[in-house]
């Protein structure tokens, strides 16, 4: 089986299944899940993603991830319910799709893939972090003075120069 030949016969073997399961009155299982619009871009990024893995192409594996990432998502949240439209989903994405082009040729990517990855998620966790800082300091804040003028002292008196 040829490289190039594999990817419009996987197509046609899909597509003619499909037809044939119509024309035999066959259901087959999850179609009303697996026929919507997120499924073509969850489909063309795995087309995608897997030439350029295969193929050790970084453009395509980072489109494909980037189709993936999407199609993941919007099936997310039109299909399930699970999610909804935030920010810090799409630079997730992008995120991992850096990555994936950092994994597949080893030169770029990995910079703004951490930095995407960090701002991701300290967007999506910032509100619990920021509730669990307010308990923690509920105790606290009455002290704080006390510790601006030690701290001043010290900086005043015993600072070395």
């Known amino acids: ?8 016969g996987l197509i046609l073997v899909i597509i003619g299944i499909y037809y044939l399961s119509q024309q035999f009155a066959f259901s087959l299982p999850y179609t009303e899940i697996v026929l919507k619009w997120p499924s073509i871009l969850f489909l063309i990024g795995m087309i995608l993603s897997w030439q350029g893995f295969s193929n050790k192409d ?3 594996m980072f489109s494909g991830i980037v189709l993936l990432g ?4 919007f099936h997310g949240i039109h299909t399930f319910g699970y999610w909804n439209y935030n920010w810090p989903y799409f630079t997730l994405i992008i995120s991992f799709a850096f990555f994936m082009k950092y994994f597949v040729n080893k030169r770029d990517g990995i910079t703004p893939a951490i930095i995407l990855l960090l701002i991701s998620a300290s967007a999506l966790f910032l509100p619990q972090l920021m509730a669990r800082y307010q308990n923690l300091m509920t105790g606290y804040e009455s002290y704080w003075p006390v510790i601006l003028i ?3 002292i ?3 008196f015993f600072k070395k120069r």
């Open 150 to 152: 030690i701290i001043g």
């Open 58 to 60: 970084d453009n395509k």
């Open 1 to 8: 089986m040829k490289s190039k030949q594999a990817l419009p």
């Open 154 to 156: 010290y900086l005043l």
């Open 70 to 73: 999407l199609g993941t998502l």
